[in-house]
Structure formats: structure tokens, C-alpha cells
């Protein structure tokens, strides 16, 4: 007996090269990314390719624009809870600069 819901059927032609790599400033896994096929062939790297609300495109644009070094839907674990996150942005903090400050 068939099965009365609908379902699609996708017929794949063979892999192709992209003109360039989509690459990912961190090393993580990633098995599946929500996108659209504007993203995918506009991405230049992995963040670009996630599909989140219009507000969350517009601050990753934003970040770019400004180029803040985020990354986007970033899972975490600190003091043994786990958090997803939208948007991280790793900070690097230089002590060089506050030794400059100090020899005044």
C-alpha cells in the first residue's frame, strides 16, 4: 500500500568543483548546514552559508563589514553546561599593551 502524503524524489547529477574552496576560519565538524542555494554559490566561507533569521544575516554582515573575526551557530561548553550559540567572537587579550602602558 502506498503511502497517501506527498514526497519529493532528487536526482543528483555527478559532484562538480566549486571555482574556489568554501573554507572555515576553525577547525569543527559540521554535518549539516541549513542554507539556500544564493548562499552557497556566494559564500566564501563556511559561516556564510548558514540560514538564520533576517536579523541574524544582518549582523553576520554587519560583523563582516566591520571585520570582527565571529562565527556563527558555535556550540559551547563551560562550567559543565552546554550552550548554542548564535554568534561567537573569539577576543585574544595582549599583555604586551598593558606593559606599555605600565612603563608609562
Request: proline share 6%; with cysteine.
Amino acid at each position: 500500500m502506498k503511502s497517501s502524503r506527498e514526497y519529493y524524489r532528487l536526482r543528483l547529477g555527478p559532484l562538480q568543483l566549486l571555482p574556489a574552496p568554501i573554507f572555515s576560519r576553525r577547525a569543527r565538524r559540521i554535518v549539516f548546514i541549513p542554507s539556500s542555494w544564493e548562499k552557497f554559490t556566494t559564500a566564501v566561507e563556511i559561516n556564510d552559508l548558514y540560514h538564520g533569521s533576517p536579523l541574524e544575516d544582518r549582523l553576520w554582515a554587519a560583523l563582516k563589514r566591520r571585520n570582527i573575526p565571529a562565527e556563527r551557530e558555535e556550540y559551547l561548553t563551560a562550567s559543565g553546561q552546554e550552550y548554542a550559540l548564535d554568534f561567537a567572537v573569539y577576543c585574544v587579550i595582549v599583555r604586551a599593551i598593558a606593559y606599555a602602558f605600565d612603563a608609562g
